[in-house]
């Protein structure tokens, strides 16, 4: 099993910057592919980003490529996600998730294992 607590989460003005992170338990985080999805209001959970379990392929939706970045530190069991030129249509609840048994990149929720609580992201026009 893995556990995983997101941190980072904030409130923020439109254009500026935020760094989640993503702490797992366990001794195989690296066995692992990770996602990044988000839940705004009144909205269904949508997938934000994902990487591979060595770090080498990394995955973002058309909404936030060219502004947000994801990385992983195996020796840490963490995974990251640098959110940069924040927009207000960013503002959700920021969740990551841990995947086994799919092929890298998978963008359905229900395709990932294990979820965080979930970290606030408030983006101010």
């Known amino acids: 099993q893995v556990q995983l607590v997101e941190s980072g989460g904030g409130l923020v003005q439109a254009g500026g910057s935020l760094r989640l992170s993503c702490a797992a338990s366990g001794r195989t985080f690296s066995r692992y592919d990770m996602g990044w999805f988000r839940q705004a209001p009144g909205k269904e959970r949508e997938f934000v980003s994902a990487?591979?379990?060595?770090?080498?392929?990394?995955y973002y939706a058309d909404s936030v490529k060219g502004r947000f970045t994801i990385s992983r530190d195996n020796a840490k069991n963490t995974v990251s996600l640098q959110m940069n030129s924040l927009k207000p249509e960013d503002t959700a609840v920021y969740y990551c998730?841990?995947?086994?048994?799919?092929?890298?990149?998978?963008?359905?929720?229900?395709?990932?294992?294990?979820w965080g609580q979930g970290t606030q992201v408030t983006v101010s026009s």
């Open positions: 998730a841990a995947d086994w048994n799919h092929l890298s990149g998978s963008r359905v929720p229900d395709e990932y294992d294990y």
């Open positions: 990487i591979s379990r060595s770090g080498v392929f990394t």
